[in-house]
């Protein structure tokens, strides 16, 4: 896995998904209803929890001088993410099917970053 995902990128990453995590947790939390049907979720409750949930991990991922646990995190709940949206997509939402596929894959980056970043902190290399 190092050779695909280094330290240095693996930094980048927790960086730039927390720049992304704010984005869009910021707009589910300030318009749920308006920002949430366009990922699939029509429950304005969920897409504001969910906003929350988004930003409660933005500190750690982009100023954290520990990043790996904050990934490591932001994979956990992109996994039950993933799970809300299949339950959505089983009840018929539209859109959410494609969305829980997106984050699927963002997962698998986030999990690999985790890896890497947690194996350096525990080095010393990496916080």
């Known amino acids: ?3 695909l995902m280094t330290t240095e990128r693996a930094t980048r990453t927790a960086i730039g ?3 992304t995590t704010f984005v869009f947790g910021a707009a589910l939390v300030a318009a749920p209803e308006r920002v949430g049907p366009v ?3 029509v429950d304005p409750k969920a897409a504001r929890l969910i906003g929350i949930a988004d930003l409660v991990l933005v500190p750690g991922l982009v100023a954290g001088r520990a990043r790996g ?6 994979a956990a ?12 997509a089983r009840a ?3 859109r959410i099917g494609v969305v829980a596929c997106a984050v ?3 997962t698998v980056v986030d999990a690999a970053a985790a890896v890497v970043l947690l194996r350096a902190e525990s080095r010393g290399a990496g916080g």
Request: a positive charge; glycine letters at 16%; hydrophobic letters at 55%.
């Open 1 to 3: 896995m190092s050779a």
């Open 17 to 19: 998904a927390g720049v």
């Open 77 to 88: 709940l992109n996994v039950a993410i993933v799970a809300y949206g299949r339950r959505l």
């Open 39 to 41: 990922g699939g979720l």
């Open 92 to 94: 018929g939402t539209p």
């Open 104 to 106: 699927s894959a963002i």
């Open 69 to 74: 646990p904050w990934m490591a995190a932001r």
